[in-house]
């Protein structure tokens, strides 16, 4: 029971982070600042962050453009918790996974900080080291969480029509938009495969009796998503889809729009110059 309970709580635990990362849509639409900006102008802007963040250096300047992430995620009326936990999972843990031997004589040389002693090994940790690494992963971080702003603050069909207005081939943008409609109702199907699964067979089944329910499963999964996307796709053709995203306003800057990006690119150039 512990075994199944186990499972259980890992797929709707993982279905439901899944929907809360992919669909924001919520975010996207409340009264904040990020949301309020013109997409092209917001899209330029938090992109002139990320290549500021690709340029810098100094860890005190990453630390501040950080600041400046945060506070956006503020201004924009987005949960702390749920931008961390969008920010810090996956992408960043991993390139502290890379960084981390990198703090180490054996790869970085340099002036030595502390010796570690592990398993009879004798590890040296450099200064040279640790402020590489320190820079590596605070730059990824700082990155992913302008990337995250953008995204969750931008309704994806209007991200798309950005892509396209700066010169983002038509198929990637198209592909971009298939796979994430089709995500949700891939979800769907997870969900609803194991509920019918768990209600048929119940929560004790032999291994291999199990092994041969999730083999069919996949098989047939595949066979649904093969039909499913191309019948989305007629579906969409029938309705006089041509590749384009289309948005019912169109865009329109304003006076804060302009006036942010002046803000950024001062900052930038600052940044560039300095």
């Not at 009264?31 to 100094?58: E, N, Y």
Request: hydrophobic letters at 50%; a positive charge; proline letters at 2%.
């Amino acid at each position: 029971m512990i075994k199944n309970n186990f499972i259980e709580s890992s797929i709707s635990g993982g279905l439901s982070f899944l929907k809360e990362s992919v669909f924001s849509d919520d975010y996207a639409s409340q009264k904040g600042f990020l949301q309020s900006l013109d997409p092209r102008i917001k899209t330029a802007t938090l992109l002139l962050f990320v290549v500021q963040v690709l340029l810098t250096k100094q860890i005190v300047v990453l630390l501040c453009l950080y600041a400046v992430s945060l506070l956006l995620a503020f201004l924009s009326k987005i949960h702390l918790g749920f931008f961390l936990k969008r920010t810090w999972v996956f992408i960043p843990l991993f390139s502290l996974f890379i960084a981390f031997p990198a703090i180490f004589s054996i790869f970085t040389p340099g002036e030595t900080l502390a010796t570690l002693k592990i398993a009879g090994l004798e590890l040296i940790v450099t200064r040279q080291g640790l402020s590489g690494a320190a820079l590596f992963v605070t730059r990824v971080i700082t990155s992913v969480s302008f990337v995250v702003l953008l995204s969750t603050t931008t309704k994806h069909f209007k991200l798309l029509k950005v892509l396209r207005i700066f010169g983002i081939p038509q198929v990637f943008v198209m592909t971009l938009g298939m796979c994430y409609r089709y995500i949700f109702l891939f979800v769907g199907i997870i969900e609803n495969t194991y509920l019918a699964i768990k209600s048929r067979v119940g929560t004790k089944v032999h291994s291999k009796r199990g092994q041969r329910i999730v083999a069919s499963n996949i098989a047939s999964l595949y066979q649904r998503s093969y039909r499913l996307n191309e019948d989305v796709y007629q579906a969409m053709l029938s309705r006089g889809y041509n590749g384009e995203p289309l948005v019912l306003n169109n865009f329109k800057a304003g006076l804060r729009d302009w006036l942010w990006l002046l803000c950024v690119l001062t900052i930038f150039v600052t940044l560039t110059i300095a």
